[in-house]
């Protein structure tokens, strides 16, 4: 039988206590394990909430971003849009991105053609000869910012040829000038006093304006050929404003007359009764303001100034009807003189005859000339400032000899009685189908 020993009680306890200690210590490290792997996985859930806080606010941020971007390209492309200097270089052109160029006053027709403004027939000719009108207008939209400009500049003791080159420079820069496509219509006519019209300093002329002078601004602008011919007076001295509201209105009320089917001697008629209504004091003299009865508005054609057409300012004019689709310069003329011109002073203005045929020419100077002539102006008229310009010399001769020819029509400067006052004003209208445009209408006249 084996013998059992008995362990003290003390020693169980102390057993015991160990025992429960190794447990809690294995207990403790098991729970440290898994608070680890619990943190880990918080951890590296936290981490990607983190990152995807971080991606939306990125997201956000380049969001806005290109909102603000968007926002700068509108704004800069707002900003973009050119505005005319001072002095006008920026070509017209550039001024109306979408091609589209302001349309002049409307003036609808009356009595038997009011019809034509519903006619769907007519508005469908209109859609058909929408080309012409936006180059025409484009032509009047640079007549009116060049005419702005230079009535801004304009003082007494202006040298005249400056006056012309700072004008035509004007028009070359804004029409965006381009051989016979675009280009000045004919030479800047600035007829003082008496010369009622065709007068440009030629070279080497000293003319300054004077405060006393009435000056007569008349130029053309043209795109394809379709040209604008228009012109206003300018008279520094108040005393000569009757003189100027005269012809003004004189103008405007033929303007107001013209249609389709109307008679051009009804328009010189309705002309001559207002301009010579007007009574102008100058000195202390009264004079009554005649209408120049040989001098006329016409019909203007592509690259043809005179298409045929006369419109009188006087009545007892031509039976002729105007007709729709036609362009029109109606032009008055005022003076205080005897209302009658004549040829006289230094000629200035020529234009190649636009139905001239083949002419043999001996001289090849003359040869030379012509080509240049064809070249740079065709049937357009010209000056001979503009000779000077494009490099030509000692071409008197050979001119007179195109002249001589026939090839080639001298325009001398046209003259009242010496001592008189001459004021014109001149717009162009185009007879549309359903409604008459002024073309060349202006916030100034």
Not at 242 to 258: D, Q
Not at 301 to 317: D, L
Not at 363 to 379: D, E, G, H, V, Y
């Amino acid at each position: 039988m084996a013998h059992r020993i008995r362990i003290p009680v003390v020693v169980k306890l102390f057993i015991r206590i160990q025992v429960i200690s190794e447990m809690a210590e294995e207990c403790c490290a098991k729970m440290s394990v898994e608070d680890s792997s619990a943190d880990q996985i918080n951890g590296s859930s936290a981490s990607n909430e983190a990152v995807a806080k971080l991606d939306e606010l990125s997201l956000d941020q380049t969001g806005d971003a290109a909102k603000k971007k968007k926002k700068k390209n509108k704004s800069q492309k707002k900003k973009e849009l050119p505005k005319q200097t001072d002095p006008p270089s920026v070509p017209v052109a550039d001024l109306f991105p979408s091609g589209e160029f302001p349309e002049g006053e409307i003036q609808q027709y009356k009595d038997d053609n009011l019809w034509r403004t519903t006619s769907e027939e007519k508005r469908e000719l209109e859609r058909l000869e929408k080309p012409i009108y936006n180059s025409v207008r484009q032509a009047a939209e640079v007549h009116r910012q060049v005419r702005a400009y230079i009535k801004r500049i304009l003082k007494p003791g202006i040298l005249m040829t400056d006056l012309c080159e700072t004008l035509e420079d004007t028009v070359r820069k804004l029409i965006s000038e381009n051989g016979l496509q675009a280009g000045i219509a004919f030479p800047t006519g600035c007829s003082l006093n008496w010369v009622a019209a065709h007068w440009t300093p030629n070279g080497g002329d000293n003319t300054v304006l004077q405060y006393d002078d009435v000056m007569k601004l008349d130029f053309g602008t043209h795109i394809d050929g379709h040209i604008v011919d228009c012109a206003f007076t300018v008279a520094f001295n108040p005393m000569f404003d009757p003189l100027l509201e005269a012809s003004r209105e004189a103008t405007n009320t033929g303007i107001k007359e013209a249609g389709i089917d109307v008679r051009l001697c009804d328009v010189g008629a309705a002309i001559q009764e207002v301009m010579e209504s007007y009574e102008v004091v100058i000195n202390g003299k009264v004079f009554q303001v005649k209408s120049i009865r040989n001098l006329n508005g016409h019909s203007i054609g592509p690259y043809q100034i005179h298409a045929g057409k006369s419109v009188p300012i006087v009545k007892g004019g031509e039976q002729t009807k105007m007709e729709e689709g036609e362009f029109y310069a109606i032009e008055t003329f005022g003076s205080t003189g005897k209302g009658f011109v004549r040829e006289d002073l230094e000629c200035s203005h020529y234009m190649k005859n636009f139905d001239v045929g083949h002419v043999s020419l001996r001289l090849p100077r003359a040869k030379q000339l012509l080509a240049t002539i064809n070249k740079n102006f065709s049937t357009l008229a010209f000056c001979r400032r503009y000779l000077d310009r494009l490099g030509e010399t000692k071409y008197l001769m050979a001119l007179k000899n195109l002249c001589d020819a026939g090839i080639v029509q001298p325009y001398p400067p046209l003259c009242d009685v010496k001592g008189s006052y001459v004021s014109q004003f001149e717009h162009t209208i185009l007879l549309r189908p359903t409604c008459k445009e002024v073309v060349s209408r202006g916030d100034d006249y």
